[in-house]
């Protein structure tokens, strides 16, 4: 049982519905022996089957990717009996020590799916795809970002001719969110600064990165991130919302103030990585609205909260700050604008 003070910690409006049935999946449930399985990539399929790419860790310490189906999305999973996709450090030497947080991309026009995954090399880790038509055979594209890179996700549509990904490069003085474009997967330019973390006191004060690919309304494109915040005894990664416009995915339009979802239960709370949550991927039901939201739980295990298009909306609307024209400054200088002092 929580401690009283876990129980119901606020009373914050709850965005995102935590399933009662939580955590989905542990190693417990796993064919083959893992350490933990957490951070998954989701997608519904044609047939309506979510699937989710779930990151397994190893007892060396290195993750690789494996496949769980469900006609639900909640349970009856039918998981991979081996890995589903493993490191190749001898042909791919920047998976040396393992991959990472898978987030997947439909291409509707191509019906094929991008994953962007973190591969974990010698330098660090850096950005890599691959595309997949069935979960089954994978196409490794390499390295798109080089280290030290992650939190990256493509967007479902082209940009003009051009892809464009979003992602985290991280330095020692920053790790803000940035777009990149590519004609063919590729070649990789046109980098800009997206949404930078914020300072001081801020929830999202010392680093930020991508969660879920963006989402498409009709409002312009939601983004689901993740803020860090350092404090003595470690990190709170908690996750927050920005609006982007449709046609220029580089104009911010409105970024929420608080975060919407953090640790909160026991089993956010505590495990190998306390204090995370961590989605790489989110389903979009078919009356177009319900939002899953399937997230690594403390590093430790996989977890299901629900929410919709409309009530994130209007969550930003209520807690949101319009980013665009704020003190003059044109919408195409709205990334450098999103940071309140
Ligand atoms: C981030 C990522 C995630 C992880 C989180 C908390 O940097 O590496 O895979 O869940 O840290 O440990």
């Known amino acids: 049982m929580n401690p009283r003070h876990l129980e119901k910690p606020t009373a914050f409006a709850e965005l995102f519905r935590r399933h009662d049935a939580n955590p989905i999946l542990t190693a417990l449930e796993w064919p083959y022996p893992v350490h933990s399985v957490f ?16 990151r397994c860790e190893d007892r060396r310490g290195f993750s690789h990717l494996t496949v769980a189906r469900s006609d639900n999305g ?5 998981i991979d009996p081996k890995p589903t996709f493993s490191p190749r450090p001898d042909k791919f030497p920047e998976e040396l020590w393992g991959v990472e947080d898978p987030r997947i991309t439909y ?46 996700a493509l967007f479902p549509k082209k940009f003009g001719d051009k892809y464009a990904l979003i992602h985290r490069p991280a330095s020692d003085i920053s790790a803000n969110m940035w777009i990149s474009y590519s004609p063919d997967l590729k070649s990789w330019g046109g980098h800009k600064l997206l949404l930078p973390a914020r300072r001081g006191a801020w929830w999202d004060a010392q680093k930020i990165g991508l969660n879920t690919p963006p989402i498409e309304t009709k409002q312009g494109w939601l983004v689901i ?9 470690g990190s709170l990664y908690r996750l927050g919302l920005a609006l982007f416009d449709l046609n220029n995915p580089e104009v911010c339009i409105k ?23 961590f989605p790489c991927g989110h389903t979009i039901a078919n009356d177009e609205d319900t939002v899953r939201l399937y997230y690594g739980a403390a590093d430790s295990c ?15 609307d209520e807690n949101g700050t319009d980013m665009v024209g704020v003190a003059g400054i044109p919408a195409e200088r709205s990334a450098l604008n999103a940071t309140p002092t």
Request: proline share 5%; hydrophobic share 40%; net charge negative.
């Open 74 to 78: 909640v349970d009856g999973w039918k």
């Open 225 to 233: 991130y993740h803020g860090v915040r350092r404090h003595a005894s």
């Open 302 to 316: 996989i977890c299901l909260a629900v929410s919709s298009i409309k009530d994130m909306l209007a969550w930003l």
């Open 255 to 277: 970024r929420g103030q608080p975060w919407f979802m953090g640790p909160e239960t026991m089993y956010e709370r505590e495990g190998d990585v306390p204090n995370v949550v």
């Open 39 to 54: 951070n998954p990539g989701a997608t519904r399929l044609a047939d309506g089957t979510t699937l989710l790419l779930c």
């Open 107 to 152: 291409l509707a026009d191509e019906g094929i799916y991008v994953v962007a995954y973190t591969a974990f090399s010698k330098d660090g880790p850096g950005v890599s795809l691959m595309t997949t038509k069935d979960f089954k055979k994978f196409e490794r594209i390499g390295f798109a970002m080089q280290p030290d890179d992650k939190d990256a």
